[in-house]
Each structure stands twice: as structure tokens, then as C-alpha cells.
């Protein structure tokens, strides 16, 4: 099956630095595929080079089994777009801004638009100028759904909405999957690409550090854990904990009658567990570290601390 994108050694340079290079992707059709990286890693790059808004230095692109250089408004048409930095302004309401997008886009299903609005909770009459960022992101993101475009393309759609919205929009994904859309969805927001995408490729330095399906990547594999333990030994704890392997970072702290441990767990949580088990937990959280950390710890930047390593 023709792919629904594909990029053959592709290479964006900027003076000397090289915002992507060499970079190899096929995404296949009817798919969720993640581009995650930390900021910088030539996300938005990449995906302004797929929808022809820059130029690649080097390689070969092909958008829906064409070239985006020459597809032109046809080829346009055909992919529903979320840039990174979404700028709407004007007086008009977003319904008439949306139905101008309509013209350009192509058909929209009756009741697509307002279908769309009320799932994302988003109130159409209202001024663009005087929508929130929050707001205004969901308009982009209706427009770039309403003509359920066999291909997304869409730069961290879910910057600026509250917690319920990504969800709903999170679904507004699997939905279009589920249809036979292709969504190609970059993020530097770990889970929301672990809950949404088939496939997921990691990029740092403009490089694919790491390329599989969202298990075989192991990358929910770090986790940050913070307990909080009523009246015990800081100095007992401290050597429970630090006994068991996979936990790096450890830090614990008596303060009154409630001992602080923070600590930094890779693979297996439940010997963990069952240490924490031991004593009267008070509070408990379990936090998705930052993905550059989790990144260059699994895939590797020497100059890093190894997991490995404690600190306490
Ligand atoms: P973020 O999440 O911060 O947007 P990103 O992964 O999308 O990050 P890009 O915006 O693609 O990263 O940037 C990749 C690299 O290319 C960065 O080092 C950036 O500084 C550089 N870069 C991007 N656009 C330009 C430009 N127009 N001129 C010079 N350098 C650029």
C-alpha cells in the first residue's frame, strides 16, 4: 500500500545548523504516527517540509503518493493542518471564519462544524480577536477536522487546552483513525502520544534516535515517584529503597513525623511498591519525568547520569 507519508533521507540545514538530518520515515495509512522529541529536535521542521511551507536542503518527500512540491491546492486539500504557533485574529466570529475555510478546503459535512464545536466545548459566536489562546487552538483544531481529510498533520495540537479538551480531542484522533485518516501528531508531551499513536518515532538532534510501536519503546518505562510516609526512620527507608534496583535519583528526607522520598524509577514499579507497603503512606504521586530526560536516558547522551546511578 502506497504509504500516506514518506521521507527518504531528508535534511533541512540552516546555515550550519542542521535542523534535521537524514531523516528516513514511512507512515502507513489508516494510522496514528508520534513525532516526540524535546524542543528543538526539528519537529516543526519536519512537518512544515511534509506540508511544503519550507523546502528540504536534501532528500525526498512524498505526502499522500505525491510531491508536495507539485501537488499544489488539490494536494493541500486533501491534509488537515495544526501548526505549532497557531495565529488567528480578526473580528469575525469563528463560525464565519470556519465557513471561509470551508471554500478553500472542500466539503463539509452538515453539522460537521458545530459537531465539532460542541465536543471541544468551543462557543463559535464569539469574536476570533477575543477568544482565549485556549479557544483559539480549538478553532484551528475544527478546521483542520471538518472536511475529514485523509491525512493530519497536526504541531502540538494540544498546547493551551485544559485537561478534559486534550482528552476529548485525544478522541477527536482515534475517531479520524478509526474512519481511515492518517494522523501524523508531533508532541513533547509523552503521554498523550502513549495513549493516541500506533507508531511513534523519537527525534533529538534532528535525528530518529528511536523508531517502534508505543510498547516496544519502553519510554513509560521512567517514572518519577514522590511518597510521603508517616513517623518512620528517613535513615531505614533511605536503605530499603536503595537496595532495590531500577531506582536512581533517590532522595529522602525526615522533616516532623513525615519522611519526603523522591525518587526516580526504570522499569519494574512493584518491588517498590512493596517496600512503600511496609509503612503508613501518606501521600502518594507518580509523575511522567520531562521527555528530554527520559529520552536521552533511554537512548543514550553520555554526558548524561546513567539511570543507573544514585545519588543518595
Ligand atoms: P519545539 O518543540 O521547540 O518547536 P521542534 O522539535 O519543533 O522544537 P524545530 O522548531 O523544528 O524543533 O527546530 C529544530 C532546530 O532548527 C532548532 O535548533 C531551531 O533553533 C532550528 N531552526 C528552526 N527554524 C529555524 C530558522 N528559521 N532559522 C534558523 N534555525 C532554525
Known sequence: MTPAIELTRLRKQYGRRTAVDSLDLRIEPGTVFGLIGPNGAGKTTTLRMILDIIRPTAGAIRVLGEDPRRGGPALRRRIGFIPGELRLDGRVTGRRMLDFYATVSGPVAAGAID???????????????????????????????????????????????????????????????????????????????????????????????????????????????????????AEEIGAQLGALPHVSELDVRGAADVVRVSATVEGDIDPLVKVLARHRVIDLAIEEPDLEESVLKLYGEPSRPEAGERDA
Open 115 to 233: 459537531g465539532l464545536a460542541e465536543r471541544l466545548d468551543l462557543d463559535l459566536s464569539r469574536p476570533v480577536h477575543a477568544l482565549s489562546k485556549g479557544n483559539k487552538q480549538k478553532l484551528g483544531i475544527v478546521q483542520a477536522f471538518m472536511h475529514e481529510p485523509p491525512l493530519l498533520v497536526l504541531d502540538e495540537p494540544t498546547s493551551g487546552l485544559d485537561p478534559l479538551v486534550q482528552r476529548e480531542f485525544l478522541r477527536l484522533v482515534t475517531d479520524a483513525r478509526d474512519r481511515g485518516q492518517t494522523v501524523l501528531l508531533s508532541s513533547h508531551v509523552l503521554s498523550e502520544i502513549q495513549q493516541t499513536a500506533d507508531t511513534v518515532a523519537v527525534l533529538s538532534q534532528g535525528k530518529v534516535v528511536a523508531e517502534g510501536d508505543v510498547a516496544s519503546l519502553r519510554l513509560g518505562a521512567i517514572r518519577r515517584v514522590r511518597v510521603g510516609i508517616a513517623a518512620s526512620s
